[in-house]
């Protein structure tokens, strides 16, 4: 009797580890888990060549990348290799063996379901840090003040999460407010997190700058690209480009402010203009416009389902009432609501000071598969 009953555990056992294998399997495809496991291996034997460390700038970058893909792959290694290895023991069927397999199946799920959150970063630069530009759009003075609180409202998110946050550009309004402001958030899967927020966002509130204390419609836009450093990951033709340089008249130094240090880049085709004049040198202003604008075509690829930067057309998304992605409602009631996924609250305060999660989630969960 008490031989069938094992039997029968054992039995069930394996049932369960062969799900839990095909879940695996099925999930490792979604991150490219062969990919990557390709590029850990390249990028370790590149770290290996005698004379690695003679090029130090890019032994540097070739470090950064390695350190960057192992601790996307090295946990999904880990349990790849585990699994594999309860599987092999399961099927000797030594029945002295039942509770402790079954200790190390409970193990492995658990550790798989934590582990499975990042299929919801399964986008192709959902790994990448993000480059976010906020602009007030239709409605005056109260556009700019929303566009400051929207400002404020990513920087305590950003507090919040332990990411870097690092102003690019910030240009205020004459009265209040900001007209734009631009600034790159660093960390893991920022972009994967920001890249919901990316659209118009529409406030209704008493108008704090109407003396009759009107009820004012706000919008902004807010823009999130995905950070691209790598030149080779978006392609861009040099001789569609229309580079400007120019005196500097921010701060910066006498250095800064008294040469052309200052960078301008139009993208012909798109008509995308970024420009840089925060660094010391032109050629560091080039190289920091060269990457926004990939990061910027990056993100127009993304949204026009297009392989070559040459088939793009440039943005024409307005800042104005139609477009918005979330409302934030603050008079006669209380709600933020966001028009893609339905997601909803009445606490305006908390969202308004960076909490955002669960609209982050919202999206990434309606996201996936997509």
């Not at 069938?4 to 069930?12: H, K, L």
């Not at 790994?127 to 566009?147: E, F, K, R």
């Not at 690019?168 to 309004?173: A, M, N």
């Not at 800042?319 to 893609?340: C, E, F």
């Amino acid at each position: 009797m008490e031989v069938a009953v094992y039997y029968i555990e054992m039995d069930e056992l394996k049932k369960q580890i062969n799900v839990l294998l095909i879940e695996f399997n099925s999930a490792y495809v979604s991150i490219g888990g062969e990919k990557l496991e390709l590029e850990k291996n390249e990028l370790t034997s590149k770290t290996q060549d005698p004379e690695f460390w003679n090029d130090t700038i890019t032994a540097q970058e070739v470090s950064k990348k390695l350190a960057k893909v192992d601790s996307r792959i090295s946990p999904w290694l880990k349990i790849k290799t585990e699994l594999s290895d309860l599987d092999e023991l399961a099927e000797t069927g030594d029945s002295s063996m039942i509770g402790d397999l079954s200790t190390i199946y409970e193990q492995l799920s658990t550790n798989f379901n934590s582990l499975k959150q990042e299929l919801k970063f399964a986008g192709p630069y959902d790994d990448h840090s993000a480059l976010v530009t906020i602009s007030a759009g239709a409605g005056g003075v109260d556009a700019m003040d929303w566009a400051e609180m929207l400002e404020r409202m990513y920087l305590r998110w950003a507090e919040n999460s332990k990411f870097k946050v690092d102003s690019i550009d910030r240009s205020t309004g004459d009265e209040a407010g900001l007209k734009s402001s631009t600034f790159e958030v660093s960390g893991k899967f920022v972009y994967a997190y920001l890249k919901g927020e990316h659209g118009v966002h529409r406030l209704v509130r008493l108008s704090p700058f109407n003396a009759d204390a009107l009820r004012q419609t706000s919008f902004a836009k807010v823009e999130v690209v995905p950070i691209v450093d790598s030149p080779e990951d978006v392609e861009v033709d040099e001789k569609e480009l229309k580079v400007d340089v120019y005196r500097s008249g921010g701060k910066g130094g006498q250095s800064v402010n008294t040469t052309d240090s200052a960078v301008r880049i139009t993208h012909i085709p798109t008509g995308i203009v970024v420009a840089i004049q925060n660094e010391r040198s032109q050629l560091q202003n080039r190289d920091k416009a060269m990457t926004i604008l990939r990061s910027k075509l990056a993100q127009l690829k993304l949204e026009q389902h297009k392989e070559k930067v040459s088939e793009l057309k440039g943005p024409n998304e307005q800042a104005s009432w139609g477009n918005q992605i979330r409302n934030y409602v603050l008079h006669p009631y209380k709600m933020v609501k966001d028009t893609r996924t339905g997601h909803e609250t009445s606490d305006t305060d908390g969202v308004l000071g960076g909490a955002l999660e669960p609209f982050m989630d919202s999206f990434l969960n309606s996201s996936m598969g997509k």
